[in-house]
């Protein structure tokens, strides 16, 4: 049994189908890479992993339990705790304005855990080392660069102990400098063996960093394999497309 099995996965936005029969494994450590053109469905089957969308049909395991069975969903109790084992790093990094930087990794364990503030605070201050931003703890987001702010984003994906991080297209708000900072934390993450699933548009990232690649188009998965079968020697015309393209800008 895989880490996380996607089967048939299906959704739909009124008329519009957006997601189509989508089926795919993860293992555990794997860093799976998710490229495609923009509207190929990439984010929305991202954000049904941890239930930000309902899909209506389909099924998704995470480790051995089921989120959705066939369309239908786990109880709340069930779906709280299989989603507990999923952080999601997003694109507009998502940080509360009026909270410091440390303030914003320590409130979801505040919160929701009801953990001592002892335990939070030194693990906030771990990661924020981390992801090499210790000295900015007591900074307000607004102080802080794009990178910088997305590198805080990634710490407060971690405070929560996930066993998979989710990226979504975490570097398109960013300029070439700042997408480097964050690819490097990234990176480490892969190096240490987190299992990750990542929307992006970075093909060096997914290449040279992601073990699997997906290729999506029209909400449906065209193309699949290593990033040397995928980048070298793809099957799918579509892909090929979308490849030279890519590289070519």
């Known amino acids: 049994m895989s880490f996380i099995e996607v089967r048939n996965l299906q959704k739909s936005f009124g008329p519009l189908e957006v997601l189509k029969d989508i089926s795919f494994d993860v293992e555990k450590n ?68 009026h909270l410091t930087v440390k303030q914003n990794l320590e409130l979801a364990p505040k919160l929701v855990k009801k953990e001592k ?30 990178g910088q702010k997305q590198r805080v984003a990634i710490a407060r994906a971690l405070m929560m102990n996930p066993e998979i991080l989710l990226f979504d297209e975490p570097t398109s708000a960013l300029d070439p400098q700042l997408t480097k900072e964050v690819l490097h934390v990234m990176k480490n993450l892969a190096e240490e063996h987190m299992t990750m699933i990542v929307v992006t548009h970075e093909m060096e990232f997914a290449s040279n960093v ?5 290729f999506m188009a029209d909400g449906m998965i065209v193309e699949s394999g290593s990033p040397d079968e995928v980048f070298n020697t793809p099957k799918q015309l579509r892909t090929k497309e979308f490849l030279n393209y890519e590289m070519n800008e």
């Open 117 to 146: 503030a002892k335990e939070y605070s030194e693990r906030a201050v771990e990661l924020l080392e981390k992801v090499g931003l210790a000295a900015k703890q007591d900074e307000l987001p607004s102080r802080l660069s794009g």
């Open 30 to 97: 794997d860093v799976l890479a998710i490229i495609g053109p923009s509207g190929s469905g990439k984010s929305t089957m991202l954000r049904s992993l941890i239930q930000l969308e309902q899909v209506g049909g389909g099924s998704i395991l995470v480790d051995g339990d089921y989120l959705v069975n066939n369309g239908v969903y786990a109880n709340p109790a069930d779906s709280k705790r299989i989603n507990g084992k999923m952080g999601m790093v997003f694109q507009q990094f998502n940080l509360f304005p």
């Open 210 to 214: 992601a073990n699997r690649v997906i």
